[in-house]
């Protein structure tokens, strides 16, 4: 070989070594969740997605993909747990499988608002430490946690507004041991039914009723098959961006601190909107054909708090929780 041919190769090889260094500093972190693309909570992980990419200059890109496409809740959890799927949104009634405590987030009437549940997750004797749990426990370190919303009842064709309006009553239940025990303290039989499948069960009479954020019923058009909306706003509902220890421990100091930025801004994203659209969409689902009952309609809320406040406490503080922990979950809510 000639001496320019051999340096000509020699170049070659070293384009070929930079190429294959850039490739290999190029990550990809697949993203799964079950949550409609076009709800705020699915538009918002794109967002986070968006955003990963451009604070590390593509360093690092997300690959989100919704709607179940590669499982169900629990699948995903496993995914993101083994980190055949590095990244997800998880339920906390899930990761509670984990860390017992988690369930005292989806726990009824446990907080008044959005802020009194943030003081819970920020909490370093609650919230943080057991995140540190799930991380040594579970091998998952938890980015953010985003709102979901206020779940509230809603029936086919009976109208709620006392536990004996609603005792009995067959309702759709996540099929988790806090939601259960939420719809029990209501008065009515909690029935799990995938949600998948929710639509029609409500249609075919399967169940009564059902709970969900305003945002869930008018996204997947419950309404249609609802007639009765009961503003019951028994659980503040949340969820979690997590992500495989393994798959974090591999990106840069840089690529982290972009990421967990991106999940911040995404959080505060889908928080402010989840927020403006359950205060527009009472009215929305009244102009659907829904009938609203709340508080001034009727609605004893105070009954439903006390009943439910109660089961969750007889199902779970001592068995399951703590003995002290629902007295300090309620007190760190309360606080100013």
Known sequence: MTRPNRLAALLGACAAI????????ATELKFTHVQNPNSVTGRG?????????????????????P??????NQENLSSV??????????????????????????????????????????SPELG?????????????????????????????????????DVAGMKIRAVPNEISLAVIRGM?????????????????????????????????NKLYEVQNYLML????????????NENAWQQLSPEAQDAIERAALEAREWITEETKAQEAALAAVLADAGMTI??????????????????????????PKWPDDLVERVLETASAN
């Open 293 to 318: 009952i709340g508080p001034e309609d009727g609605l004893d809320i105070e009954a439903f708090r006390a009943a439910v406040q109660k089961e969750v406490a007889a199902t779970f503080d001592g």
């Open 232 to 243: 019951t706003g028994h659980q503040l509902n949340v969820l979690a961006i997590v992500i």
């Open 187 to 219: 008065g009515a039989t909690p029935t799990p039914v995938p949600f998948s499948e929710l639509f029609q069960a409500l249609r075919q009479g399967v169940v009564d009723g059902q709970e969900n954020p305003l945002p869930t019923i008018e996204t």
């Open 18 to 25: 930079v190429f294959a260094a850039d490739i290999a500093a």
């Open 81 to 122: 747990r083994t980190g055949t799927v590095p990244m997800g949104l998880l339920t906390y009634p899930l990761l509670a499988d984990i860390v017992p405590e988690f369930s005292v987030y989806n726990a009824g009437y446990f907080y008044e608002d959005e802020a009194a549940q943030r003081r819970v997750l920020d």
């Open 128 to 164: 943080q430490a057991w995140n540190a749990q799930l991380l040594e426990r579970g091998g998952l370190r938890i980015i953010e946690s985003t709102y979901y919303g206020q779940r509230n009842l809603t029936t086919g064709d009976t109208p709620v507004r006392t536990l004996d």
């Open 67 to 72: 709607a179940s496409q590669l499982g169900n």
């Open 45 to 65: 992980i794109e967002m986070f997605a968006e955003k990963v990419a451009e604070y590390t200059d593509g360093e690092v890109t997300v690959r989100v993909y």
